[in-house]
């Protein structure tokens, strides 16, 4: 299945093939980059979908991203493809890949950073302008200097199209991050009722959950929040008949995608809810999260990542026991976070026995240490960088 940003028919197309594209917060975080990093790009979780695309524009330029895992199987097919100008190995190993890709002429590196992969790509492309006079299209995260329209310049086009590249590459950054939902501020403060409207279709029952919220919601909550405000968080801290049809898990996987579209029935609640979370005190603690799953391969060393979800955190270990994705046994990781910027929202939550710190989209965050710690059990230590966003 792909997941594509809007293709004009333009010179070059990034195209980034890994059967796990879209199965975990990570290579979520990866498509958001590339997006922001290029323009034309699409994302591929099968090689037959992907080839289909590269057959079916025989005029076009590509340059494929493939992951580790499916290097071996893939790049034999697509090496010899006219299309394809370059390929590129995003692994965890550069060692395991260095000696067989030798035969493939098409393989530019071996990259197992972000940044890095990113920045070569942005390399070749300059460097595809200076010997071909072509002008892949880098989407700019900063405003960039427009180009001279006047039909009368002593400027070669090819020196014109490599004087602009070079100064949108010198604006775009793998760190610049967009929040994905930015249009929140533009909309009007309403009652949790109205903003939960556009909703209707999209959330099952929410409009119970909404009465039922507001039945158990003071009329003058604490921290100075109004009854809707207070109302919005006990709804986002509700739990539901299955986890996939609780509000938080919809809203969190529609942050995911980065959508606007798919973002912008949900901007009434997102003003309302952020204004009421605005109003509560930053805490800064050491807080806990855990899942039922073996997560190391995903947090190395190091690593820093940002992401445009809400996430729940215990204050205390002790509360994950009796959690339903963490437990007392069996394959499992847990999270410690030093983070600055939490919210406790436990006063407001819809369970007020929880003691739950939240933390806001566009959080940054960075690994400090991955640790198996036996008995099947992971420790990933997280440390809060800052954020990238101020919500009001």
């Known amino acids: 299945m792909a997941a594509a940003s809007s293709l004009p028919n333009k010179k070059y197309t990034i195209i980034w093939l890994d059967s796990e594209a879209n199965n975990s917060e990570n290579n979520l975080f990866t498509q958001q980059s590339l997006f922001q990093a290029f323009d034309n790009v699409e994302i591929y979780d099968s090689e037959n979908e992907c080839r289909q695309l590269i057959e079916s ?55 197992v950073d972000l940044k890095a992969l990113v920045s070569q790509i942005q390399s070749d492309l300059k460097e595809s302008i200076k010997k071909k006079g072509s002008q892949p299209v880098v989407r700019p995260t900063k ?53 939960v409207a556009p909703l209707v279709d999209i959330v099952d029952k929410v409009e119970q959950m909404v009465w039922i919220v507001k039945q158990n919601c003071e009329e003058h909550p604490t921290g100075g929040l109004t009854k809707d405000e207070s109302a919005s968080i006990a709804l986002y801290t509700m739990e539901w008949y299955s986890k996939e049809l609780t509000f938080h898990y919809i809203l969190n996987e529609t942050l995911r995608s980065g959508n606007k579209q798919q973002i912008k029935p949900w901007l009434l609640y997102l003003k309302l809810m952020l204004k009421g979370v605005s109003k509560l005190p930053s805490v800064s603690r050491v807080v806990y999260q855990g899942t ?42 847990l999270f410690t976070v030093e983070c600055r910027s939490g919210k406790a929202i436990g006063p407001h939550a819809h369970d007020q026995s929880k003691d739950q710190i939240l933390l806001l989209p566009g959080r940054q965050l960075q690994v400090i240490s991955c640790l198996n710690a036996g008995n099947d059990l992971t420790i990933v230590q997280l440390q809060e960088l800052g954020t990238s966003y101020k919500f009001t």
């Open 292 to 333: 039922n799953s073996d997560l190391s391969n995903q947090y190395p060393n190091g690593k820093t990542f940002c992401s445009w979800e809400f996430v729940s955190y215990a204050s205390c270990i002790k509360a994950l026991e009796d959690e339903e994705d963490f437990g007392k046994g069996g394959q499992r990781t």
């Open 143 to 195: 405003p960039t200097i427009t180009p001279n329209t006047n039909p009368i310049s002593s400027t070669h086009p090819d020196e014109e199209a490599l004087r602009e590249l070079e100064e949108t590459l010198d604006a775009t950054s793998i760190n610049d991050t967009k929040c994905p939902f930015a249009d929140y501020q533009k909309v009007s403060l309403v009652s949790l009722e109205e903003a």
């Open 57 to 111: 524009k025989p005029n076009d330029s590509f340059l494929i991203i493939v992951s580790g895992r499916l290097s071996r199987q893939i790049i034999p097919n697509i090496n010899e493809l006219r299309q394809v100008s370059g390929i590129y190995i995003y692994c965890m190993d550069k060692s395991r890949h260095e000696e067989w890709s030798k035969q493939y002429s098409k393989i530019k590196a071996i990259i």
